[in-house]
């Protein structure tokens, strides 16, 4: 029987700035950006978020909890509030999108899958046989081990939710606070 090997790597956008990499004491970890770019065999799968008021509220229970991969279901913090500022959204809401814009730039010449996070959730099999497509590797039924971090409403958990909702109102960010 032949045996196939594929190699993966996840990353999110920050891990390639310098401080990063100082942070955890790999000082030129920023580098292999350069290396990901040039080498145009190495298959791209962009993740993405349709909603990045959630990524921010996501990371923002992280930080509180100290939990980055919730494991078991049993150990999810249902009670965490946190508030949020309005220039705290916007930042985040158009760093964001400027990164996801500079990386689909930097791996355009790549082959490069492009996968919604939300559909990664809700059509976990098609998503899933999609990414397996695309990597040349025979299907096969995939199970996650991770679970997510938060499944409240965006109001149980913003405490200024409908102030910060109301702010948007009308800008190209409106639809993030759609539930």
Known sequence: MDKELTVGMKFHY???????????DIPDLYQTLDYFVSDRSIKILHLK???????L???????????YVLRNESDRENDIRIKLTVADCRREFRKTRANE????????????LEVAYEDLVDEETATCNRILDFLRVPRHPMVSKIFR??????????????????????TRWEAFFEE
């Open 49 to 55: 978020r349709r909603n990045i008021l959630k990524t």
């Open 101 to 112: 814009k500079k990386f689909d730039g930097l791996f355009r010449h790549h082959e490069l």
């Open 149 to 170: 971090q938060n499944t409240r409403s965006l109001r149980d958990v913003v405490e200024n939710y409908e102030k910060i909702k109301n702010q948007f109102a009308g």
């Open 14 to 24: 920050h891990h390639f700035h310098e401080n990063y990499g100082k942070k955890w």
């Open 57 to 67: 509220i996501s990371l923002r229970v992280s930080d509180q909890t100290k939990q």
